[in-house]
């Protein structure tokens, strides 16, 4: 549900690719959310929707950051898994 970058940098274009695949753009946007309020950043809508990422103080999360707080990660990826399987299911 992300790439990471050399530096660290995650980046969620590959999210955003799924979500368009089964016309679920609703659980691209909710895990966005989810990790922006995870790592207290936010979504930057202010891109082309397909190229929405989370902004930290910061700038970028680092992978490093989501590591920190591996079981809410985790169970966000889990959540947001289980709808996209969902969501391709009902197309």
Same mark, same amino acid.
């Given at each position: 549900?992300?790439?990471?970058?050399?530096? =660290?940098?995650? /980046?969620?274009?590959?999210?955003?690719?799924?979500?368009?695949?089964? +016309?679920? !753009? %609703?659980?691209? &946007?909710?895990?966005?959310? =989810?990790?922006? !309020?995870?790592? +207290? +950043?936010?979504?930057?809508?202010?891109?082309?929707?397909?190229?929405?990422?989370?902004?930290?103080?910061? =700038?970028?999360?680092?992978?490093?950051?989501?590591? !920190?707080? +591996?079981?809410?990660?985790?169970?966000? &990826?889990?959540?947001?898994?289980? !709808?996209? %399987?969902?969501? /391709?299911?009902?197309?």
């Amino acid at each position: 549900l992300c790439s990471v970058r050399e530096t =660290g940098a995650v /980046e969620f274009y590959a999210l955003t690719v799924k979500a368009s695949e089964v +016309g679920a !753009r %609703q659980v691209a &946007i909710d895990y966005l959310e =989810g990790l922006a !309020r995870l790592l +207290g +950043g936010r979504v930057d809508y202010n891109r082309h929707e397909w190229t929405y990422r989370i902004l930290t103080a910061r =700038g970028l999360p680092k992978v490093s950051e989501l590591l !920190r707080k +591996g079981e809410e990660w985790k169970a966000l &990826i889990s959540d947001t898994l289980r !709808r996209f %399987q969902e969501a /391709e299911e009902e197309s």
